[in-house]
């Protein structure tokens, strides 16, 4: 507990610390964007989601990563919370990231798994047996 607190104290002290520098704000935003993505927080949130989405289903990640190798880890985080059927807006909120940037992971996962312009990519990941 005192080491997340001194975590959370570091992090909100560099996030100050970009918000005091004399650059252009999208800089700024963007410094802050990269800070908040690698936020140990984030980490540790994320890692507590998987070990209980493992439980559900236990294998799911497994399964996916042996068949399709090709898969980077943020292609594998999308898969995960679309088979917990969540939507491109909460997963975007979820991972710090823009809905379109989303959409285009979801784009590149739809030619990788092998999905045709007619299949769902939600009910292909959902109905996967693992």
């Not at 001194?6 to 004399?22: D, G, N, Q, V, W």
């Not at 410094?31 to 989601?49: A, T």
């Not at 710090?96 to 784009?107: A, G, K, P, V």
Request: charge should be positive.
């Amino acid at each position: 507990m005192v080491i997340q607190m001194e975590e959370t104290s570091r992090f909100k002290s560099e996030i100050l610390t970009i918000t005091k520098l004399e650059e252009k704000p999208s800089e700024i935003k963007r410094k802050i964007v990269l800070k908040l993505r690698n936020s140990p927080l984030l980490r540790d949130s994320w890692e507590s989601y998987l070990e209980s989405f493992r439980k559900v289903h236990p294998y799911f990640q497994e399964v996916l990563e042996s068949e399709y190798k090709n898969l980077t880890s943020m292609e594998v985080k999308i898969c995960i919370l679309i088979r917990a059927g969540l939507k491109s807006e909460v997963i975007s909120q979820i991972l710090s990231l823009s809905e379109r940037t989303i959409e285009n992971h979801r784009l590149r996962l739809r030619k990788k798994l092998g999905l045709s312009d007619r299949e769902s990519l939600g009910i292909f990941i959902r109905q996967r047996k693992r």
